[in-house]
C-alpha cells in the first residue's frame, strides 16, 4: 500500500510534516501519535496496535485512546509494565469500568526520576500473630508489613514510610452458597483468593502493597521537587 506524507489539517488548509502515515489511519489518530511523541520516544503504528492487543485488549477505542494519553502525560511505558490498563465488568455495559494501575515499576520510576530518593537497605517488616492465623483467610498470620524509604528536602534526608495492613490489602470474598430453595447467597464464610500472588508469595505482595503505600507518601510529600 502507497504511503502518503503525514499531514495536519487546521480548517480547509493543509500543513505538512515530517514522517510517513498508512492512508487508511485517521486525522485523528495521526494527530494522536505526533502529539505523544513529543514527550516519549516515538512510538509507530504497530506499536500502538501492539499495545491494543496485549495490554488494553478490551478496551474500546475511546479507553485506549484515553489510557495512551495518561501515559504519555505521566511518562509511565505500558511495554515495561509501569503502568496497567484493567477494565471490571466488560461484559456488562452498564457496570463497565476502566482503572489506570501503576505499578511498583512505575512508582519506583518516578521516584527516580525525582532524583532525590533514596531506598531503604533493610528488608521490609513483616509483623505476624499466631491468633490471627486461620487456614481460609490468613495462612501465616500476617498482620502488616512496613517499608521505609528515605527523602532529600532541604534540610537532609527523612524517613518516609509506608505500611499495609492484611485485612486492607488482603483479597479476601465472602463464600457464596446455596440455600434450602436452591438460590445462591452469602454464606457468612470468608475466604482468600489463591489464583494470584496472594496465595503463593502473601509476605512479597504485602510488601508490594507497603512499597506503593511509601511511594505514594513521599510524592505528595512537601519535599517533592517537580
Given at each position: ?8 489539517w ?8 515530517v514522517g510517513w502515515?498508512r492512508?487508511?489511519m485517521?486525522?485523528a ?16 503504528f504497530?506499536q500502538?496496535?501492539?499495545v ?5 485488549a478490551?478496551?474500546t477505542?475511546?479507553e485506549f ?20 490498563c484493567?477494565?471490571y465488568?466488560?461484559?456488562k455495559p452498564?457496570?463497565?469500568r ?17 532524583k ?7 528488608e ?21 508489613a512496613?517499608v ?8 537532609g ?8 495492613y ?19 447467597r452469602?454464606?457468612?464464610k470468608?475466604?482468600?483468593?489463591r ?8 509476605r512479597?505482595t504485602l510488601a ?6 511509601e ?6 510529600s512537601p519535599y517533592?521537587?517537580?
Amino acid at each position: 500500500m502507497r504511503s502518503q506524507r503525514k499531514c495536519r489539517w487546521i480548517g480547509r488548509r493543509r500543513f505538512r510534516s515530517v514522517g510517513w502515515v498508512r492512508p487508511t489511519m485517521s486525522r485523528a489518530r495521526t494527530e494522536m501519535v505526533k502529539f505523544w511523541s513529543v514527550t516519549l520516544p516515538p512510538q509507530t503504528f504497530q506499536q500502538l496496535a501492539l499495545v491494543r492487543r496485549t495490554v488494553a485488549a478490551d478496551t474500546t477505542q475511546d479507553e485506549f485512546d484515553l489510557f495512551i494519553e495518561v501515559c504519555r502525560r505521566v511518562g509511565l511505558d505500558p511495554f515495561r509494565k509501569q503502568i496497567h490498563c484493567i477494565v471490571y465488568n466488560k461484559n456488562k455495559p452498564d457496570k463497565r469500568r476502566v482503572v489506570f494501575i501503576t505499578g511498583i515499576d512505575g512508582f519506583r520510576g518516578v521516584a527516580a526520576r525525582c532524583k532525590d530518593y533514596r531506598p531503604d537497605d533493610e528488608e521490609p517488616a513483616i509483623t505476624f500473630d499466631e491468633a490471627e492465623k486461620n487456614d481460609a483467610t490468613n495462612p501465616l498470620g500476617i498482620v502488616k508489613a512496613v517499608v521505609k524509604a528515605y527523602k532529600f528536602g532541604p534540610d537532609g534526608w527523612h524517613a518516609v514510610v509506608g505500611t499495609a495492613y492484611w485485612e486492607e490489602f488482603a483479597p479476601i470474598t465472602e463464600i457464596w452458597a446455596e440455600d434450602d430453595n436452591g438460590k445462591r447467597r452469602p454464606s457468612g464464610k470468608f475466604e482468600l483468593d489463591r489464583k494470584g500472588n496472594w496465595g503463593r508469595m502473601p509476605r512479597l505482595t504485602l510488601a508490594k502493597c507497603a512499597r506503593s503505600e511509601e511511594h505514594t507518601s513521599e510524592l505528595q510529600s512537601p519535599y517533592v521537587i517537580s
